[in-house]
């Protein structure tokens, strides 16, 4: 059984019935690429954990893997668990992990973790202007739970100065009791996922998100625009002892995690900052990265459901193994969206044997060949290439054939926008050094 009905669980769905395994799908609104694979799909609220335990039972289900974050905020999991169903995704109280910024940065610090940032926690009006007095520099401001990737602002970026600063952070205290500040770390973003039973870490290609909603990487953080992942597992501006840190990151988080009890199983995401200093921790998710999932599923080589049994069970085997090839995601979205969606519907003309590029549905309804739109991002064309452009420009010929008013990033995967990743990382790193 999967929850969850956007491109990152269409991704999965794939993987599932490829694997020759009888899916159940239970999701919001019908995505119609999830519906065509599912032996049953059950429309209801996500969020509804006592009624999909009690589907799970009837159904005689075998497993159940969680797609969507705030799913993993309820407790489904535990729910599942003690039934007797198996999961291959963290409890409620492993997930905080995610669903609570200040949960991950204490966990960290208090086992010595590296790749941890300066941080504060406010929880009046008073810390927060007496933290600004005190403090100069640039800083992200945060809420501590889930937002969708669309809650983090950081100065500089999408806040002018210290005053607007005080403004988000006031906004933020004014719905929550409290607020998170960080140290604003400079450099090149990139995304580890990995799979874990608990002990044992599984990483699964390096790939890069793009989370601004226009080209050249400006306007607001959005879920995520595109992704791009190489041939070589790395990224072309992150060397493979960058990974190799950011990996030892998340054994030691899962490590810390069993020691206190608090057993995490599941796909880790690790969200890294590439510094002058080596990688450090944006934030850890608790799940698959959407659309990062797309660039490494789509290169998966294996039993997929296979490995979800052996999270479950704690036996985790060297097993998942992904194919040296490049990839680029690039998401399909209503015009407007980050700003003022205006969703509208499109025609889709696709052969469904098509390997490469492959389409995803996301936050659509309708047919595999007339969707219509939400205000969310639509679908995913995601491409194989023997390099990263190679890849971008399979997008960009098979866009034909999607027809309607929407946008789309066309510099993702582009030899410019890798280009600009290099020297950003080359200029960070003299400078450092001068
Ligand atoms: P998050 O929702 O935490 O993934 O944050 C969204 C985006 O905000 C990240 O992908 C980064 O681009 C940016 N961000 C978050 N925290 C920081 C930080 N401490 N320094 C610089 N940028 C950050
Ligand atoms: N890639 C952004 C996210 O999945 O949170």
Redesign the pocket.
Known sequence: MLIGGGGREDAIARKIVEAGSTLISVMKHKNPSIYRLSAETHIMDELDYSSIVALAKKSNIDLVFVGPDPVLNTPLVNFLENTGIKVASPSQSAAQLETS?YFMRELLKNNNIPGN?NYQLIDSDDALLKFFEDNDGEF?V?PLGL?G?K??K?MGEHLSGKNEAITYAREILKRESSVLI?????GE?FSLQAFTDGKYVLPMPLAQDY?RAFEGDVGP?TGGMGSISDFDHLLPFIKGSSRDSALEILKSIISAMRKSNNTFRGVIYG?F?ETPDGPRV??INARFADPESMNVLTIFDGDFTDVLFSIADGNLRNQAKFFKKSTVVKYIVPKGYGVSPQPGSLDIEWDPNLENPLLYYSSVSGTMDKVEMTSSRALAITAIGDSIPEASEIVEKNLHRIRGEYYVRHDIGTKDLIQRKIENIRKLSSAHKS
């Open positions: 910024k940032l992200a945060k937002t990737g809650g983090v950081v960080e140290e604003k770390l400079y973003e989370k953080n969200q900052m944006i934030e």
